[in-house]
C-alpha cells in the first residue's frame, strides 16, 4: 500500500480485494439484525419491540398440568425413597 513500492491501479487493486468481503459481511450481519426486528414487531407498537400475547390454548393447559403432576411425583419420590428411607436400606447409589 506504499505510494513509492506500488503504482496507484494495484494498490487500487488491493483495497478493493480488502474492501468487498468487510462489505459483504457487513451487509449480511444488517440483514440477520433486520431479520430479528421483523420478528420482534419493532416499531409496531409503543415500546420499542414487545411479543404479542396469546391466551394458552387447551392443549397449553393440560401440558401444564401433567408438568406440574410430574413435579409432584418427583418431590413425593425424593421425599419418601431418599429422606425417609429406613435404616440400612438404599434405593439411591451414591458412587463414594
Known amino acids: 500500500m506504499n505510494k513509492k513500492k506500488a503504482s496507484f491501479f494495484k494498490r487500487l487493486k488491493q483495497s478493493v480485494m480488502i474492501l468487498i468481503p468487510l462489505l459483504l459481511s457487513s451487509f449480511e450481519k444488517v440483514d440477520v439484525i433486520a431479520s430479528a426486528m421483523d420478528l420482534r414487531l419493532y416499531g409496531i407498537g409503543k415500546q420499542r419491540s ?4 396469546k391466551k394458552p390454548t387447551r392443549n397449553d393447559q393440560w401440558f401444564r398440568a401433567i408438568a406440574w403432576l410430574q413435579l ?9 425413597a431418599v429422606f425417609l428411607k429406613p435404616a440400612g436400606a438404599s434405593r439411591v447409589w451414591y458412587p463414594w
Open 50 to 53: 414487545y411479543y404479542s400475547y
Open 72 to 80: 409432584l411425583i418427583f418431590v413425593l419420590y425424593l421425599i419418601f
